[in-house]
């Protein structure tokens, strides 16, 4: 800061004159300005240090390299000031204001070819140049390219802002946004190996793609999906039919930039030198172009921040929101916090792991009612982003799997400590503010004068992004405590019992009578009863049996067989009475003989009851490990008390639904014991008659 340009610019808030709002970012907010010793219009962007958490030495560093860098497309500082918590970072003011926001007002399908290739020319000189001085940029994209009045281009957003979120170790703080990694290159959200300016070639071609379609590629979807989109997906590129407006030059180029591979991705220097853009014009031309009959920038700002909350208004899908407020405001696609994206997906695999356990035949009623919970689980891992139907969350489950390999060794050991990340964020709200006041050392690191002046402004919006968030999580809870509640037709109305309330229970039992014929004929193990081996655990697991005949009642299980023929029955009807040594024994015309195929049959289906039965509570042991480890996770946390309450009713209901299922393989293990014993007595006693009338037969023969 030390150069002669910089000098001229007074560092006291007092010698400027704040105007209107002309730019919102992660942590900043751009006022158009008056210098009023000098009488000349500035922009002014305040950052607010207390929302970021970089060391102050960063800051330094960041703001001497903003002091050296020296190129025309490059738009540097005047000076920098701390007035208050807030550093005022002084600069030129660019009229045009971003090529996002040009787009976004006049030109939402995207720009003509000679525009871009004049706006990417631009750019990419100012990249040559970062890079040859060793920096990478690092937020390439068209809401940080700024055009003056005059149809000059700079990049923007290098140094202060850069500097912000630093290299390498990026923060991970609770105030880290979590915006749309749009931008950025696989290997950045690897971060397997580094990164290095190959990173910015392709941020390079996403914003060509952006500037060609109006948006960039994946912008409507979460963060989550994006991340997931570039590691999968082949990368995104001009569309040989769809874009036939374009040139095979431009097709090129982009596909150039946007190989995942960063070593086969040209160096900037090279990608100057392609054909594409030896068509480039001057900044006249863009003057002429796009900057014709725009009105000014501040009145430009309001209307798309009123199309913003017009959006958020008309808008119900609460995912879809955020995502695409956040594109609106052309927010960083590097300020998003990586490590609780993976814990995300981490904890989205786990979940398939429950999931996959419905593949056991007995446990599929149980999924039915572990799919409430878990559904907001996931939602509430994704914040509020991730689509919650089905098709797409098992498209989401088997993205996850695919992405073993490139997200594999990223992945944290214990997944569940992502429910944990995601209830920070609701606790960061009250309690996680750093109470950091700016120390003396800070003083002395720009050239400043604290200005007493800056109370009267109102910084920043992005604790508002966070509010959403929470909101978003909460509301999940809700949703989590509802669902849970009106779930559960296999579970007995007294293990709801505890969670109950006069209101929830009118209205689950008028869910019981209007889905009772869905929750009793839906579902695998109903659709299944017509298969001998699954008779059994159909018939436990249902109340009423949707069909057979019900030849046992044992406690709330039934034991059915819908395809055994009337005499089987009889005959099962017999044989009970037999073995339960009922008065209706003697009425019984017993054929011995023809009783041991039933008696066989019975203990066939009681030995496959209880092979059911400890699938049954396997699946019903695992999914409890899962939930209590859920549970655990999120009582740590101090996101309320109805979130606990809300976890501990599921856990109960678990707990009692387990006891329930062990009570009845023990009863149903005793049931089999004791039909062995009646099964050998039985035998003995037929073969005791069988003998007899044997003897009966030999004795007329031997007269
Ligand atoms: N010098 C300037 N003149 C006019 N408008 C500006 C200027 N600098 C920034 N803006 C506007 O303000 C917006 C936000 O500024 P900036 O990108 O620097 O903030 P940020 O906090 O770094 O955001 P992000 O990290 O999302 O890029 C820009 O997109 C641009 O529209």
Not at 55 to 68: A, K
Not at 300 to 306: E, I, T, V
Not at 345 to 357: E, F, H, R
Request: charged content about 25%; aromatic content about 8%; proline content about 5%.
């Amino acid at each position: 800061m030390e150069c002669e340009f910089e000098r001229r610019f007074p560092t006291n808030s007092k010698d400027y004159k704040l105007y209107e709002e002309v730019g919102e970012g992660v942590s900043a907010t751009v006022y158009r300005a008056l210098c009023i010793p000098l009488n000349q219009i500035v922009a002014i962007k305040v950052l607010d240090l207390e929302k970021c958490n970089n060391d102050l030495d960063g800051i330094r560093r960041e703001v001497q390299t903003m002091s050296l860098i020296d190129h025309p497309n490059v738009l540097r500082a005047y000076c920098s000031f701390t007035a208050g918590h807030n550093l005022w970072v002084v600069m030129p003011y660019m009229a045009g204001g971003s090529a996002l926001h040009i787009m976004k007002y006049a030109y939402p399908e995207g720009f003509e070819e000679p525009v871009i290739t004049t706006l990417l020319h631009e750019v990419l000189k100012a990249l040559v140049y970062l890079h040859a001085q060793g920096h990478i940029h690092r937020d390439i994209k068209a809401g940080n390219i700024l055009i003056d009045a005059k149809g000059a281009v700079k990049l923007a957003d290098f140094g202060v802002s850069a500097c912000m979120f630093d290299t390498g170790d990026r923060q991970r703080t609770r105030n880290t946004f979590v915006g749309t990694p749009c931008w950025m290159a696989p290997e950045v959200m690897q971060q397997l190996h580094g990164y290095d300016f190959k990173a910015d070639v392709w941020s390079f071609g996403i914003t060509a793609l952006e500037l060609a379609h109006g948006h960039a590629p994946f912008s409507k979807y979460p963060p989550m999906k994006v991340l997931l989109m570039t590691l999968q997906n082949a990368p995104p590129g001009l569309d040989y039919e769809r874009d036939k407006r374009f040139s095979k030059s431009f097709k090129e180029m982009i596909a150039t930039c946007l190989v995942k591979d960063p070593k086969k991705r040209p160096t900037s220097e090279k990608l100057l030198k392609h054909p594409f853009f030896k068509h480039a014009r001057s900044s006249e031309f863009l003057a002429q172009t796009i900057l014709e009959g725009l009105s000014p920038l501040g009145d430009r700002f309001k209307a798309l921040k009123g199309k913003e909350a017009n959006f958020l208004l008309e808008n119900k899908d609460a995912s879809e929101q955020l995502s695409q407020q956040k594109y609106i405001r052309g927010i960083s696609g590097w300020n998003f916090n990586l490590e609780e994206l993976k814990s995300q997906a981490a904890l989205m695999q786990s979940l398939d792991n429950v999931y996959n356990l419905e593949n056991v035949d007995a446990g599929n009623n149980l999924k039915d009612d572990l799919d409430s919970v878990d559904s907001s689980v996931v939602a509430l891992a994704e914040g509020v982003n991730f689509a919650s139907n089905e098709t797409s969350r098992e498209g989401e489950m088997q993205d996850l799997q695919d992405l073993e390999g490139p997200l594999a060794s990223a992945f944290p050991s214990r997944p569940l400590q992502a429910l944990k990340a995601c209830f920070d964020v609701c606790e960061d709200m009250n309690t996680s503010s750093p109470n950091w006041k700016i120390p003396s050392k800070f003083d002395s690191m720009f050239p400043l004068q604290q200005a007493s002046e800056a109370k009267d402004l109102k910084f920043g919006t992005h604790n508002d992004e966070n509010m959403e968030r929470s909101a978003s999580v909460s509301s999940n809870m809700d949703n989590l405590g509802c669902q849970k509640f009106l779930s559960g037709s296999l579970l007995p109305e007294h293990i709801l019992s505890p969670c109950r309330n006069v209101d929830a229970d009118a209205e689950r039992d008028d869910i019981h009578r209007r889905c009772q014929h869905e929750r009793y004929y839906s579902g695998p193990l109903s659709r299944q009863t017509k298969d001998s081996s699954n008779l059994t655990s159909a018939a436990m697991l249902h109340e009423e049996p949707s069909e057979g005949k019900i030849v046992q009642r044992k406690g709330r299980f039934q034991i059915t067989f819908p395809d055994a023929s009337p005499k089987v029955a009889s005959s099962v009807n017999c044989m009970v009475s037999l073995i339960g040594g009922s008065p209706r024994k003697s009425t019984c015309a017993v054929n011995a003989a023809s009783l041991l195929p039933t008696l066989q049959f019975l203990l066939h289906q009681n030995s496959m009851q209880k092979e059911q039965l400890i699938k049954l509570i396997k699946c019903v042991e695992q999914t409890h490990n899962v939930s209590s480890a859920y549970h655990t996770e999120a009582s740590d946390t101090s996101t309320g008390d109805s979130q606990s309450f809300q976890a501990s009713g599921t856990e109960r209901v678990l707990q009692n639904y387990m006891t329930n299922l062990q009570q009845s393989v023990g009863e149903l293990a005793e049931e089999v014991q004791s039909l062995k014993l009646k099964n050998s007595q039985l035998e003995q006693q037929i073969d005791a008659s069988l003998r007899k009338e044997k003897k009966r037969k030999d004795k007329p023969a031997q007269r």
